[in-house]
């Protein structure tokens, strides 16, 4: 092929973004979490928590889409770098070199703090903070947290809160940078333990029920079902994906592992993922 060739350049560039495109969904889809995360044990319908750590739906999004979704982890590094130029000390992790995490409901539950932090000794503040990180796009999602990350992100805010009980941190610092002009929003909020101790109680419920919990509305046209991912499943009775956590037959047990009521035995845990002959959807 000749780059001189009529057309050849333009054909070029459209199929190396379409490569790009593919490889990206390849290598940031990561597949369903194994764990119902503490980033969305606060969102308002609990059946939505419980729909997402039964695997009842994996939405596949296209390259673009994973690309941004990584562009939040990459800012993590920036977040801290600024942080420490100004004189923050900061640990993303333990002295063990581990990430700072959250384990709860027999290893079914939890989460990863982003870091603690403690201040410069010139703002005369002798208290460690969790330190909590965040990429919006410009608009509403941005705009809002005029208002406070507690009323403009709640789901954020109850994370924060599930954090900061378990480690015993009463503050935190929240950044949110704006990923298309780069302006950030910080705010230093007060942590609510008596929450953090209510989602972890919530958490061990979702995960120990066999059952869907109630839908947040009866109409599809609620705006919290209207653009959520199980809209179908709750209200239009689709089938859900086919795997052992959306199966009536498996049951969460100790150690972060799955038990098969129908096979009685331990679910290994490269089969989770497939099923077997024997599935039957759990709604």
Not at 219 to 248: G, T, W
Request: aromatic share 12%; proline share 4%.
């Amino acid at each position: 092929m000749s780059l001189d060739s009529p057309g050849t350049l333009a054909q070029l560039a459209k199929r190396i973004k379409e490569d790009i495109d593919a490889y990206s969904v390849k290598v940031f889809d990561d597949g369903p979490r194994e764990h119902l995360g503490a980033s969305i044990i606060g969102h308002p319908c609990a059946r939505y928590s419980w729909s997402t750590f039964r695997w009842i739906y994996h939405k596949k999004y296209t390259g673009r889409m994973y690309r941004l979704f990584e562009r939040g982890k990459l800012e993590e590094a920036r977040f801290i770098k600024l942080l420490r130029g100004i004189g923050f000390e900061v640990w993303e992790t333990t002295e063990d070199g581990e990430q700072h995490r959250v384990i709860m409901a027999q290893g079914h539950g939890g989460g990863s703090l982003d870091g603690v932090i403690r201040f410069p000794q010139d703002y005369d503040i002798d208290e460690p903070l969790l330190v909590e990180f965040k990429t919006n796009g410009t608009g509403r999602g941005f705009t809002e947290l005029k208002r406070g990350v507690t009323l403009a992100k709640p789901i954020h805010f109850a994370q924060m809160s599930l954090y900061g009980y378990k480690y015993n941190l009463q503050y935190a610092l929240y950044m949110n940078v704006n990923k298309n002009d780069d302006d950030i929003h910080i705010e230093i909020v007060k942590l609510n333990w008596i929450l953090g101790r209510e989602l972890e109680t919530k958490m061990g419920h979702i995960i120990a029920s066999q059952e869907p919990p109630a839908k947040i509305a009866e109409s599809p046209a609620y705006f919290e079902c209207k653009y959520c991912d199980y809209v179908d499943h709750c209200h239009n009775q689709r089938m859900p994906d086919k795997n052992c956590r959306s199966c009536v037959n498996a049951k969460p047990i100790v150690d972060a592992k799955w038990h098969c009521v129908f096979w009685e035995q331990v679910i290994p845990t490269e089969f989770i993922k497939q099923g077997c002959g024997e599935w039957k959807g759990i709604i």
